[in-house]
């Protein structure tokens, strides 16, 4: 077996027993927890292992693991603290809860992933908590008509039964249910109306997770139609099928699309990492002497092309490809061609100083449309 295998073994057994530790701790013993959630319990569980073996699989990568220890190293670089906890939490708000660079792509689909995402974000705060017996209600002793809320076994607010407060938190599963509806809805007109989406959707990575989101909110709200103006009519069944579907979704999690809910937030050390590089020394083109990237990108791709077994030095002074700029690149695999056509060979011409003489590739004639789509991209494009 592996060494990344038994590493991420390791990570996942010990994150779910740490998860079924918290069950028994948060219950109190399990005093507080419902035996008939059980199912629900190993399932979290289970998925619980699967994204932290897949996880650490994925941080083992070379260019993940250099990203995420450079990640780190660059947000807690010496002068740059403050500067990194105020774009932490602005990146955090624009990239994560806001989703902006959804929105900017489209306004529906910003729209659908917003309604998804917030509606699986509020039954999950909701649901996890009940089922783990770390949260639960009670009435008071001394009055009837209020409930204590509960939580890791210690007393909290106590509200009214018919308040507000009370409707709000009790149909709290019902409220996300509609914003998941509403976003599935929006994601599958697109994915039906769409002929860019239509020709490049998979059924297991774009039609299957919609469905499951659909038939856990759609279980969830018969369940709740059953109790409360049917008297209970089919409800056995329904509770099993709304447990049917949840499991399942629990069970397909680490394998799925949803896999990128927990990958997303590592994106904010990427942009950490891309800021601070802009910030420091910059590399230098070895053939026109341009800038085109930071010193640090430049090195670290060496290191993680070495780490996966590609190597491009260069015999002379500009020791590896990657101190090339994307431009010459273009320049130099032409000119190259056209080497081999004559029959001739030959490096990159020097002036009397060692420098490169040879000026940057300009873009001839752009079409329109062509060129940078947006700030970032304006950053990285090379004409």
Not at 176 to 188: H, T, Y
Request: some cysteine.
């Amino acid at each position: 077996m592996k060494s990344e295998v038994v590493k991420a073994t390791l990570w996942g057994l010990l994150v779910t027993i740490g998860l079924a530790a918290l069950v028994i701790i948060g219950s109190r013993n399990l005093s507080h927890f419902d035996a008939a959630l059980v199912a629900y319990t190993f399932s979290i569980l289970f998925a619980t292992f699967g994204l932290t073996y897949r996880y650490s699989m994925w941080l083992q990568r070379p260019p993940t693991a250099t990203y995420w220890k450079r990640g780190w190293q660059v947000f807690f670089k010496q002068g740059y603290r403050r500067l990194n906890f105020g774009n932490w939490f602005k990146w955090v708000t624009a990239d994560i809860a806001l989703n902006r660079f959804i929105w900017s792509r489209d306004i529906l689909r910003g729209l659908a992933h917003g309604l998804i995402m917030w509606g699986c974000a509020l039954a999950v705060t909701i649901t996890f908590p009940l089922v783990f017996g770390w949260l639960h209600f009670e009435t008071l002793p001394n009055n009837l008509e209020y409930y204590r809320t509960i939580v890791f076994g210690f007393p909290t607010f106590s509200f009214p039964v018919d308040s507000f407060i009370g409707f709000l938190l009790f149909h709290g599963l019902v409220w996300a249910s509609f914003l998941v509806i509403a976003g599935v809805m929006l994601a599958m007109r697109r994915r039906m109306r769409d002929e860019g989406a239509a020709a490049l959707q998979l059924f297991g990575e774009d039609i299957l997770p919609l469905v499951l989101l659909f038939a856990i909110s759609l279980t969830g709200l018969m369940l709740t139609a059953s109790y409360t103006w049917m008297k209970g009519y089919a409800y056995d069944f329904l509770a099993i099928l709304h447990a049917i579907t949840v499991i399942f979704t629990f069970l397909w999690l680490p394998f799925g699309k949803f896999f990128h809910i927990f990958q997303r937030p590592a994106q904010i050390g990427v942009r950490f990492y891309k800021d601070i590089g802009q910030r420091e020394e910059a590399a230098h083109c070895r053939r026109c002497g341009q800038p085109f990237t930071s010193r640090m990108h430049v090195e670290d791709l060496i290191l993680v092309e070495q780490a996966l077994g590609y190597h491009y030095e260069i015999n002379n002074d500009t020791e590896h490809y990657q101190w090339i700029c994307p431009p010459c690149r273009r320049a130099m695999f032409a000119l190259a061609q056209g080497r081999l056509w004559q029959g001739q060979r030959g490096g990159i011409a020097l002036d009397s100083d060692g420098h490169p003489s040879t000026p940057t590739p300009q873009f001839v004639n752009p079409a329109p449309g062509e060129g940078p789509l947006g700030k970032e991209d304006a950053q990285n494009f090379h004409p």
